[in-house]
C-alpha cells in the first residue's frame, strides 16, 4: 500500500484591503478657497448683471413714463389753450355784438331828425346801458363834423366811461385828435369793424386796453362816425 503523506496547509489570511490614502489638510484647506471663491465670484456676477437688467428696465420705464406724462401735460395744456381761445372769442363776440347793435341802433337814430339835445340824451342813454355788461370797460362815439348834428365843425364825440359804482359821460368836440385815431380811420377807410392791438388808454388813465371799432352809417350807406367798444387786457385775462 502507498502511504500519503499529508502536510498541514499553511493558514491562509484574508487579503487586506487597501485603506485610502488622507489628503494633506493643505490641498482640502486650498480647494475650498478656490471653491469660496468661484462661490463668491459667481454671486458678484449674479448681482452686476441683476443691477444692469434693473438699471435698464428702470430707465425703460423712467423713459416711457416721461413720454406718458409729457403726453399728458401736452394734451393737458393744448385742452386749457382751447378752453382759453373759445373763453376770448366768446368774449369778443358779445363785446362785438354790442358795438354792432350800437353802431345800426345810432346810424338809424341819425335818420330820425331828431334835435341836438333830443338826440345826444337817447345816445347817451343807450352807452350808458352798454356798460351793464361788466366785459365793456368804456364806450365811445364820436361823428363826422356837420354830418348828423348841425353846427359841429370841430365833430362830436361822446366818451361813457366808469367811475365809481356808477358811469360817467364826457361830450367834446375834438375831431382832429379822434379822427387820427386807429379805431377811426381804420373804419373809416374799411367800412368793416376793427380790433386795435393793445395800448394804453390816456382816457382811461393808461390802462392797457383793446378797442372793437364798428362803422356808422345811415340808411344810404354813408359813414357818419364810429361806435368803440373799449375792454381791458386784464379782464381778459380774469
Excluded at 487586506?16 to 490641498?27: D, G, L, N, Y
Excluded at 471663491?37 to 413714463?65: E, G, P
Aim: glycine residues 6%; proline residues 4%.
Amino acid at each position: 500500500k502507498t502511504c500519503h503523506i499529508f502536510k498541514p496547509r499553511a493558514k491562509q489570511h484574508a487579503p487586506k484591503s487597501k485603506q485610502p490614502k488622507a489628503k494633506p489638510v493643505v490641498a482640502q484647506i486650498a480647494k475650498a478657497k478656490v471653491i469660496h471663491r468661484l462661490s463668491v465670484h459667481i454671486t458678484a456676477v449674479v448681482l452686476v448683471a441683476l443691477f444692469v437688467v434693473m438699471a435698464v428696465m428702470y430707465a425703460y420705464l423712467s423713459i416711457s413714463l416721461s413720454g406718458v406724462l409729457t403726453k399728458n401735460a401736452q394734451k393737458n395744456v393744448e385742452m386749457l389753450a382751447d378752453q382759453n381761445a373759445a373763453e376770448v372769442s366768446e368774449f369778443f363776440g358779445a363785446v362785438s355784438a354790442y358795438a354792432d347793435s350800437l353802431s345800426i341802433f345810432i346810424g338809424r337814430l341819425s335818420d330820425c331828425g331828431l334835435d341836438k339835445p333830443s338826440f345826444s340824451k337817447i345816445v347817451q342813454k343807450t352807452l350808458k346801458d352798454c356798460l351793464n355788461d361788466d366785459r365793456i370797460d368804456s364806450v365811445y362815439v364820436a361823428w363826422v363834423p356837420n354830418l348828423v348834428i348841425d353846427n359841429t365843425p370841430s365833430g362830436l364825440s361822446f366818451y361813457v366811461y366808469r367811475e365809481g359804482a356808477g358811469t360817467s359821460c364826457f361830450t367834446s368836440n375834438d375831431y382832429e385828435i379822434y379822427s387820427a385815431t386807429e379805431a377811426y380811420v381804420e373804419v373809416q377807410a374799411s367800412g368793416v369793424p376793427h380790433f386795435t392791438e393793445p395800448y394804453a388808454n390816456d382816457m382811461a388813465g393808461g390802462k392797457s386796453m383793446i378797442t372793437v371799432s364798428y362803422p356808422i352809417t345811415n340808411g344810404t350807406g354813408t359813414y357818419e362816425g364810429a361806435v368803440c367798444c373799449n375792454i381791458t387786457v386784464a379782464k381778459l385775462r380774469a
